[in-house]
C-alpha cells in the first residue's frame, strides 16, 4: 500500500488494505483533505456468529447530513465535469445517490464504468468488491476511487483467497478437486474471482446464477454426470439455485466452513456431493425468516411476498416470488396498480421503491430494521471529501488490483459474459 497524507479524510475513514479476503492483490492509496473534518454516520456494529444475523440494526437511519454538503458536492461534480463518473449501488443512501450518474447493481455499474474510458475517475459508490471489479473492467488509465475503504462486504470477507486455497487442497486430497468446477458470486473478492479463472470457472449473478451452475456442470458431464462445483461465497444462492432450479436435491448439497478441518466434511460426504457450497451469507438477506412471512400474510390482505435469492431456502420456498435486485425493482414495476407487496431485501431499496410506485402497497418485510452497514458507510461527508479531492488534483481512496489478479479475474468474467442470456444483474 502507499500512503500520502496530505489532506485530512473524514473522521473514522479507513486508511489501508481492507480485510484478509483482499490479500495483498489490492492495494488502496488514501489521502486527506485540507478541509475540516466531516462527520461519519456509522450504522450496525458488531456480529453474531452463532447465526445468520450478522449485523445489529440501530434503527431509523440517521439524519441527513448538513444541507451545505449536498452544495459542495454539485460544485465539485460540476467542476469535474466528464472527468468523474460517479456509480450508485441501489442500496446507497438517498443523499449519495442523488450525485450517481448511472445507478443499478454491482455487475452492471462495473460494466457502466468500463463503457466510459473518457472519464479518468470513477468514484464507487459501493463496497470494496464492487469497486475492484470495476477496476478489473475498466481501461488502465482509468482510477476508481471508493469514498470510504471501510465499505466493505461481510459475505466477500467470508472467504477469503488464503482460506478457499486450503479448502482446495482439502478437495484433492479427498480426491474431489479433479471433477468439481468452482463458481463464485459477484460479490467476492477480486482475489477469488482470479482463483475461479485459474481454475476453469465463472463468475455469476444472482440473475443468471443457474445459467452459470449449468455451464460448470456442464464442463464435467452435465447435471447427470459425476462432476462437482464448489460454490462461493453465499451458501444460499448456490443451494436455491441447486435445488429450485437445477433439480438437485438438498442431499445432494454439502457445507464446507473454513473454520473447520477439511471444512468439516467427511471424504464419503464431499465424493457423494454435487455441490459444495461455501459457508457464507449475506448479512441483510439472511435476516429474513418464515416468522417474517407468516406475519405479513396475517396483517396485510393479499399480500404478495417477494425476496432475494441471498435469502435463506425456507424463506425463498415461501415466498411467491424471487428475484435479483433488478428483477425486485422490474416485477413490482410491471404489477397492477393496488397490489401490496412485502418486499425481502435491502431497506435503502424498498422505502425508493415506495417512492417510485406510490399507487402499490409497498412494506417491507422484516420487522426488526436493517440496512446494509457497510454499504452505508459511503454517506455524503466520504462522498464530498473524495469529490473535493479530486479537484485539488488528489485521487484518494484508489482500489488497484495486482495486474496477475487482473489477468485471470477478467478471465472468469469474460467466461460469464460469454454465457447466454442475461449477465447484468446481481
Not at 470457472?201 to 460448470?216: D, F, I, K, P
Not at 406510490?358 to 422484516?366: G, M
Not at 461527508?381 to 479530486?390: K, T
Amino acid at each position: 500500500m502507499c500512503s500520502s497524507y496530505a489532506a485530512r479524510p473524514p473522521s473514522g475513514a479507513a486508511r489501508g488494505t481492507r480485510g484478509a479476503a483482499y490479500d495483498q492483490s489490492v492495494r488502496t492509496t488514501t489521502e486527506q483533505s485540507r478541509r475540516p473534518s466531516l462527520p461519519l454516520l456509522v450504522l450496525g456494529q458488531g456480529r453474531e456468529l452463532a447465526t445468520e444475523r450478522g449485523v445489529e440494526c440501530p434503527g431509523e437511519l440517521p439524519a441527513p447530513s448538513d444541507p451545505g454538503l449536498v452544495e459542495r458536492a454539485r460544485a465539485a461534480k460540476a467542476a469535474l465535469g466528464d472527468k468523474v463518473l460517479v456509480v450508485g449501488h441501489h442500496y446507497q443512501r438517498d443523499e449519495v445517490v442523488e450525485f450517481a450518474d448511472v445507478m443499478g447493481d454491482s455487475f452492471k455499474l462495473a460494466k457502466e464504468a468500463a463503457a466510459r474510458p473518457d472519464a479518468p475517475y470513477v468514484v464507487f459508490c459501493g463496497v470494496h468488491f464492487m469497486a475492484e471489479s470495476a477496476d478489473v473492467l475498466t481501461a488502465t488509465h482509468q482510477q476508481v476511487v471508493l469514498p470510504d475503504l471501510a465499505a466493505g462486504c461481510s459475505m466477500a470477507d467470508m472467504a477469503a483467497i488464503s482460506q478457499v486455497e486450503d479448502a482446495w487442497d482439502d478437495l484433492a486430497e479427498m480426491g474431489a478437486a479433479d471433477p468439481v468446477t468452482p463458481v463464485t458470486y459477484m460479490n467476492s473478492s477480486a482475489a477469488i474471482k482470479a482463483f475461479t479463472g485459474r481454475h476453469g470457472g465463472t463468475v455469476c449473478t444472482s440473475g443468471n446464477a443457474r445459467t452459470a451452475l449449468q455451464w460448470a456442470f456442464d464442463q464435467t458431464g452435465g447435471i447427470e454426470g459425476a462432476g462437482k462445483v464448489l460454490f462461493l461465497p453465499d451458501q444460499h444462492l448456490g443451494r436455491n439455485t441447486a435445488v429450485r432450479e437445477l433439480g438437485f436435491s438438498l442431499q445432494d448439497c454439502v457445507v464446507f466452513d473454513p473454520h473447520k478441518p477439511a471444512g468439516g466434511l467427511t471424504r464419503e460426504q464431499v465424493r457423494a456431493a454435487r455441490v459444495i457450497l461455501w459457508r457464507g451469507h449475506c448479512s441483510v438477506h439472511g435476516r429474513f425468516s418464515l416468522e417474517a412471512i407468516d406475519a405479513a400474510r396475517a396483517t396485510i390482505p393479499g399480500v404478495l411476498v417477494i425476496v432475494h435469492p441471498e435469502c435463506q431456502y425456507e424463506v425463498v420456498q415461501a415466498a411467491d416470488a424471487v428475484g435479483s435486485t433488478e428483477k425486485i425493482i422490474a416485477t413490482i414495476a410491471a404489477a397492477p396498480d393496488g397490489t401490496s407487496w412485502a418486499v425481502g431485501t435491502e431497506l435503502n431499496l424498498v422505502r425508493r421503491l415506495v417512492t417510485m410506485f406510490p399507487k402499490q402497497n409497498i412494506a417491507f418485510l422484516e420487522k426488526s430494521v436493517c440496512y446494509c452497514s457497510t454499504m452505508n458507510r459511503i454517506d455524503l461527508p466520504h462522498l464530498v471529501w473524495a469529490l473535493e479531492s479530486l479537484v485539488a488534483g488528489r485521487v484518494v481512496n484508489q482500489v488497484t488490483v495486482d495486474p496477475d489478479v487482473t489477468k485471470w479475474a477478467r478471465v472468469a468474467l469474460d467466461r460469464m459474459l460469454a454465457l447466454p442470456g442475461e449477465t447484468a444483474n446481481d
